[in-house]
């Protein structure tokens, strides 16, 4: 690659990133709204990119792997989460890819974590009665939510960010039972109780919060049986993947009440979920923020640039993906 780097990006990174790409990279100016694909391969086709940062606006499958202009090195993607890229497609025709691990295990467990605890204490609906103008003092038996202390989580995929939930977790006082394909070692487990099969796992659990990818394996994963087999009343969470959850069937377990509520950061169809969803008085629902703070934002930008940078120097990205 040249000196300075052509670069091409989705979107507008944070301010420190930006200030980085205008002193060290040879790029069009920020764009005001996301790229799709089309328009990114089409810019980056007009500044001869040698690097694509990428995100999930500017999805690339098989096919549009293939129209991928021949400049580009390397798709460098400032998520962690490889669910808009085919890998194996991209890498197949010799461009590398990398992602952004580690830099935002922690802001994703704390947004985990603040959706069981607002679940758990019906945080959406004491803001609504309190924006309602509030009025009247509660009754000491009215709008109850649940005490986290005391419970039992059950964390669905336990790679860095399941261990950061359970790491936060134990502060709260709750049990960690965690179901993974293999037990991990007893330092990654972060006190953790390994237990081998969810059927198992899942009656043991009045909160269960998943922390798996997005893939046509784990894709509808959680459905009626698999919400049946929590105890009445639990918790669900979800700060992965919206297509992990089949949501028929997590609407029918909160009408019902055998799930007492809801706290997701994600769902199938970004950003418009399915209307039923917003009905639910027992659902908490943040919109895909899980890495969405000035210091991971910027901590993901500047990772995407130094792989760019690596692969401009003529060595592998610093955090490659492989298929
Ligand atoms: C990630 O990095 O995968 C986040 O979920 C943003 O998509």
Not at 66 to 87: C, E, F, M, N
Not at 91 to 120: E, K, Y
Request: a negative charge.
């Amino acid at each position: 690659m040249a000196a300075r780097p052509h670069i091409v990006r989705s979107v507008r990174l944070p301010e420190a990133v930006e200030a980085r790409i205008a002193a060290e990279f040879d790029a069009p100016p920020p764009p005001d709204k996301p790229l799709d694909t089309d328009t990114l391969f089409r810019l980056a086709e007009k500044t001869h990119a040698e690097a694509m940062l990428v995100t999930h606006h500017a999805a690339i499958n098989a096919e549009a792997a293939q129209r991928i202009p021949s400049t580009v090195k390397l798709v460098a993607t400032v998520s962690v989460g490889l669910d808009h890229l085919d890998v194996a497609a991209i890498t197949a025709r010799g461009i590398a890819v990398s992602n952004t691990p580690d830099v935002l295990t922690d802001c994703n467990a704390d947004l985990a974590m603040l959706l069981i605890l607002a679940t758990s204490r019906r945080a959406a609906e004491y803001t609504a009665l309190v924006r309602a103008g509030w009025g009247r003092d509660l009754g000491m038996d009215e709008m109850l939510g649940q005490r986290v202390s005391g419970k039992t989580l059950g964390i669905v995929g336990m790679g860095r960010i399941g261990q950061a939930v359970a790491r936060r977790a134990r502060g709260f006082g709750t049990t960690v039972l965690y179901n993974n394909r293999r037990r991990l070692s007893p330092e990654k487990e972060e006190g953790a109780t390994w237990v081998e099969h969810l059927d198992d796992m899942l009656p043991r659990c009045q909160i269960i919060s998943l922390h798996l990818p997005g893939s046509d394996d784990t894709d509808g994963m959680v459905d009626a049986a698999f919400l049946a087999k929590l105890p009445k009343g639990a918790i669900f969470v979800n700060a992965a993947r919206g297509r992990l959850v089949n949501e028929d069937a997590l609407i029918d377990a909160l009408r019902s009440g055998h799930l007492a509520g809801a706290g997701l950061d994600v769902c199938r169809n970004e950003p418009h979920p399915d209307p039923r969803l917003l009905e639910l008085p027992n659902l908490f629902m943040t919109p895909h923020v899980g890495s969405a703070t000035v210091e991971t934002r910027t901590d993901m930008g500047m990772l995407a640039l130094d792989n760019v940078a690596a692969v401009a120097a003529g060595k592998p990205p610093v955090t490659p993906v492989t298929a």
